[in-house]
């Protein structure tokens, strides 16, 4: 009993250390120390699969691998290692992907798709996603804000320059319209004092992770798809919607990711 408590209350506390609230004067000062804390959705997700650790194959060395994979050069995720095997490739794809978009690459405004038949691993590839996502550190959002949305969107545009100057981060995207109009009614326009707190990614609790109930595919509305991502498209961390047949991740700041599940032989499509 005395080991499960102790183990609860460890969680309790460390919880507790790693929460955050205060001013938008307190995040730059935070962000300031550590510039990653802000970066963009791609970059999030590449730095949370390659973090693993990743081994490099010369297949020329290993005449098994060579007769699978022809001379090529394989890459093998400890992120995905003890999920996936045999889809390395399609694996170093959507890997290639993310980085090039976190790079700012054509990608960054391009989708992706994923398709292949029922077990191909589309699901579970997006479920270990997911599952990182919610392993990841917090990120940190306008309080109050329906879309948790970045807190460098309180920035007036023409003093980002001088904040990117001197902070080395990147600012992209705009307030939504419900935190422009509580930064002119409720702060008068003071954003410095405009509230941040740290979140947490969750399915349970549809924390950048929403889930739309699965239906009968012949009479899916597409209503409840378009216009969920529509609300998320500009302002947030990544969002998850799950429809029948169809899964999507909406990334914040205009970069978008559609990952379809077709009847179809498995392969990557950039």
């Not at 996936?84 to 391009?110: N, T």
């Not at 077990?119 to 329906?146: D, N, R, V």
């Amino acid at each position: 009993m005395t080991q499960f408590l102790d183990l609860i209350k460890k969680d309790r506390q460390e919880r507790k250390k790693k929460y955050f609230e205060g001013t938008f004067l307190d995040y730059l000062e935070i962000l300031k120390g550590d510039p990653t804390i802000c970066m963009l959705a791609h970059q999030r997700m590449h730095e949370l699969i390659i973090g693993k650790g990743v081994e490099t194959i010369n297949t020329e060395e290993n005449a098994r691998l060579r007769r699978i994979y022809g001379n090529d050069i394989i890459k093998r995720y400890d992120f995905f290692k003890n999920d996936f095997f045999g889809i390395d490739k399609s694996l170093m794809k959507i890997v290639r992907f993310f980085h090039a978009a976190a790079m700012k690459g054509e990608e960054s405004r391009q989708v992706i798709y994923l398709v292949g038949p029922v077990g191909a691993g589309k699901s579970s590839i997006m479920e270990t996603l997911k599952k990182a996502l919610e392993m990841s550190p917090s990120i940190y959002s306008l309080k109050g804000c329906p879309m948790r949305e970045e807190p460098l969107h309180l920035i007036p545009k023409h003093l980002r320059s001088q904040f990117e100057e001197t902070l080395q981060v990147q600012i992209e995207g705009d307030l939504c319209p419900v935190c422009r109009y509580r930064l002119k009614n409720e702060y008068n326009g003071e954003f410095e004092r405009f509230p941040v707190e740290a979140v947490d990614f969750s399915t349970r609790s549809r924390k950048g992770i929403g889930v739309v109930p699965p239906v009968d595919p012949n009479n899916q509305d597409t209503a409840a798809f378009v216009n969920l991502v529509s609300s998320v498209r500009n302002y947030f961390q990544p969002k998850w919607i799950h429809l029948i047949n169809v899964i999507v991740l909406s990334w914040r700041l205009s970069d978008d990711i559609l990952l379809t599940n077709m009847e179809m032989n498995m392969k990557v499509i950039s």
